[in-house]
């Protein structure tokens, strides 16, 4: 298979956005146009929608990241210790 190059050009701005996008997916702007050509290849449309939600922690998260970034919580040396403390806990 030959490969070929494909230059575009797009607002400075657009770049920037759309390559912090495609970094939380794990994919480089390239990466990106090439499974966007492949699905309009296999599917004979142009793909419209996509159903990414960035994920933001909720309160609680942020909470226990808080506690632990200050030295709290508690650090297990393995899961079986964790385990075990989870059984104490529940009786």
Do not use: C, W
């Not at 190059?5 to 770049?15: A, V």
């Not at 956005?17 to 997916?25: D, F, H, I, P, R």
């Not at 449309?45 to 030295?71: C, H």
């Amino acid at each position: 298979m030959t490969t070929t190059n494909l230059n575009i050009r797009i607002d400075d701005e657009l770049k920037v956005q759309a390559t912090k996008v495609l970094a939380s997916y794990g994919l480089s702007p390239t990466q990106a146009i090439k499974l966007f050509f492949h699905q309009v290849v296999s599917t004979n449309q142009v793909p419209v929608s996509f159903d990414y939600q960035a994920r933001t922690p909720n309160a609680k998260t942020l909470q226990a990241i808080d506690e632990l970034e200050n030295g709290g919580g508690t650090l297990y040396d393995d899961l079986d210790s964790l385990l075990a403390e989870l059984d104490n806990v529940k009786r």
